[in-house]
Nanobody, 119 residues
Framework: HVQLVESGGGSVQVGGSLRLSCAAS????????MAWFHQAPGKDHELVAR???????WYRDSVKDRFTISKDNAKNTLYLQMNSLKSEDTAMYYC?????????????WGQGTQVTVSS
């Protein structure tokens, strides 16, 4: 089992920035895919960004050019740099990982960190 622990959430004003971190219990270079999801109250979870072992990234259209997903394998940590935050970015953000696939289904999940963007 892979344990994932998110941190870095909080409250920020519109236009501000946050950097989320996801600490993994295993070498992140051994994980085929890692990702960030978010879920707003009353809404389904949505894939925000993902990165595979080769460094190939994917972003949903609403966060392109504002968010950057990256990882530091030496620290076994995944990051989500969030810039130019909007009120609609308010959600619980979850880290996810998988050993085999890099799609929308993930085997391992963190417990989430709350991001609140105020206008």
């Amino acid at each position: 089992h892979v344990q994932l622990v998110e941190s870095g959430g909080g409250s920020v004003q519109v236009g501000g920035s946050l950097r989320l971190s996801c600490a993994a219990s295993v070498d992140t270079s051994s994980l085929y895919c890692m990702a960030w999801f978010h879920q707003a109250p009353g809404k389904d979870h949505e894939l925000v960004a993902r990165i595979d072992r080769a460094g190939t990234t994917w972003y949903r259209d609403s966060v392109k050019d504002r968010f950057t997903i990256s990882k530091d394998n030496a620290k076994n940590t995944l990051y989500l740099q969030m810039n130019s935050l909007k009120s609609e970015d308010t959600a619980m953000y979850y880290c996810a990982a998988d050993n085999i696939y890099c799609g929308t289904g993930f085997a391992y999940w963190g417990q989430g960190t709350q991001v609140t963007v105020s206008s």
